[in-house]
């Protein structure tokens, strides 16, 4: 069945021009893009969307670094069939020198916290993110591909 998922580009891989190569890579598998945007979160949103790494100790320059507004973080939603543990699996593990040949992280990045991709990591941290992100009505189109 079909669900939908938060991706994001985050600011290091916006400043190094990856967001096209993101994107390809879902339509390519053949997801559809309902929603998109480029947005220099607030701290709160920031802080709301890694609530669950509070404790850590990377947890206020990762904040810091998704805020600064050196760079957007470009936001999406896709829709497709199990997409969001297939985001997951396109994207690679977190920590890009674990992530497997062929995935995102491993194909552009090789630091964790310069990972330059987001996404989803269950169906209830998907309804969280994309209500986060894109809670404003008409943020997201239902659209009929093919
Ligand atoms: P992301 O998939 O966005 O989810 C949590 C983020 O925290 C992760 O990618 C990394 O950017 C960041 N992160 C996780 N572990 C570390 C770490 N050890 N040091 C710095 N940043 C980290």
Redesign the pocket.
Known sequence: FSERTFI?V?PDGVQRGLVAKVIARFEERGYKLVGLKAIVPSKELAEEH?GD?KS???FG??VD?MTNGKAPVVAMVWEGKDVIRQGRVM?GA??PLDAAPGTIRNSYCQV????I???S?SFESAEKEISLWFGKAGELIDWTSA
């Open positions: 994001a985050k890694y790494l850590k100790p990377f320059g990762l670094y994207i977190t920590n964790i916290g310069r990972n991709v987001h996404g990591d």
